[in-house]
């Protein structure tokens, strides 16, 4: 199974911008990469997805590169409550089944 | 508040206990699943249902045992458990359906889980 890469940490000031790495070098054809986080004491939650073009929603934006080898999460102006881990996040549906393939995540700080 | 709930929120059992966690969307979803998030491990997907059918299981022990009654329902029954398996055990849901790999699943708040 394709596997992520990312950081064990970091650390951002509040309302300056964030870039999350994660390193997918060997992801197949068919993986969507999404990231989730994890707020505490909270369950994971949905942030963005996409395949091969640049993705924008409200909470942020996703770059992928064009081997989509390796992608970044980019929080446009960080605020206290984006403190979270991330995860970047292989999906894959073969044959009806779910295959999914967790980071160990990225544990943002936001200081004040 | 994602729509999906999970009780109980806490729970502690002994390894001889027999006990559920109980899982429910109200969200119209087909697709359920487990997850267990142990400490500095990254989340484990443990089993898939799909429209009622249990399309994954990560070889996970037959310790856990799922159910899914109707696809607004997901149960895990626990039994003979090792303290290993203390964990925050954690469901989820989505549309389902041949398109997986581009659903937004939602996760409920999970069961902190404690085996003595």
């Known amino acids: 199974d394709a596997k992520t890469t990312q950081p064990n940490s970091m650390e951002s000031n509040e309302e300056e911008p964030v870039h999350l790495p994660c390193n997918h070098s060997t992801i197949s054809g068919t993986d969507y990469i999404h990231w989730y986080r994890q707020l505490p004491s909270q369950g994971p939650e949905y942030v963005i997805h996409?395949?091969?073009s640049n993705v924008n929603n409200r909470m942020a934006s996703l770059a992928i590169a064009e081997d989509r080898k390796s992608s970044t999460l980019i929080l446009h102006r960080a605020t206290l409550r984006d403190a979270a881990v991330y995860y970047c996040?292989?999906?894959?549906?073969?044959?009806?089944?779910?295959?999914?393939?967790f980071g160990k995540g990225t544990k943002l700080t936001v200081n004040p | 508040e994602t729509g999906v709930t999970q009780t109980p929120r806490h729970l502690v059992m002994g390894m001889t206990n027999k006990k559920s966690l109980k899982c429910e969307q109200h969200?119209?979803?087909?697709?359920m699943y487990w997850y267990k998030q142990s400490a500095k491990k990254p989340l484990e997907l443990m089993f898939v249902?799909?429209?009622?059918?249990?399309?994954e299981n990560n070889s996970v022990p037959s310790r856990f045992s799922p159910e899914c009654p109707n696809s607004s329902h997901l149960f895990l029954h626990l039994h003979t458990l090792q303290p290993e398996d203390s964990a925050l055990y954690l469901c989820?849901?989505?549309?389902?359906?041949?398109?997986?790999?581009?659903?937004?699943?939602?996760f409920g708040p999970g069961t902190r889980l404690t085996v003595l």
């Open positions: 989820a849901s989505s549309r389902g359906g041949a398109k997986q790999s581009t659903d937004t699943q939602y």
């Open positions: 969200l119209g979803h087909n697709a």
């Open positions: 996409g395949l091969t």
């Open positions: 996040i292989l999906r894959r549906s073969q044959g009806g089944s779910e295959k999914l393939v």
């Open positions: 249902y799909n429209f009622k059918e249990q399309t």
